[in-house]
């Protein structure tokens, strides 16, 4: 069984930094693509960040330049890096993992971030 376990949310104000972590275990880890997703209360969920098994990253358009993903296979572990973080990052940020696209996809329970002005 697949679990995603996320930490590091939290209250910050504007201009601050988070670390957020997902913590895989029943898979494979270094197979899996990795990415962090967010939703905001009345939006849909979206690609914040995705990092491939080889290491390539993808940033969505808002966040690139301030956030970076990266995992340690050795700790089945992925982290989503926060910087000059903005009020409007404010969103339940939810860990994704999937093997393949003939492989189901898993989710984590996700994590609250608030960002103050």
């Known amino acids: 069984q697949v679990q995603l376990v996320e930490s590091g949310g939290g209250l910050v104000q504007a201009g601050g930094s988070l670390r957020l972590s997902c913590a895989a275990s029943?898979?494979?880890?270094?197979?899996?693509?990795m990415a962090w997703y967010r939703q905001a209360p009345g939006e849909q969920r979206k690609l914040v960040a995705l990092?491939?098994?080889?290491?390539?990253?993808t940033y969505a358009n808002s966040v690139t330049g301030r956030f970076t993903i990266s995992r340690d296979n050795a700790k089945n572990t992925v982290y989503l890096q926060m910087n000059s973080l903005k009020p409007e990052d404010t969103a339940v940020y939810y860990c994704?993992?999937?093997?393949?696209?003939?492989?189901?996809?898993?989710w984590g329970q996700g994590t609250q971030v608030t960002v103050s002005s």
């Open positions: 990092i491939n098994p080889g290491g390539t990253t």
């Open positions: 029943g898979t494979i880890f270094n197979r899996n693509t």
């Open positions: 994704y993992a999937r093997i393949s696209a003939l492989t189901p996809a898993y």
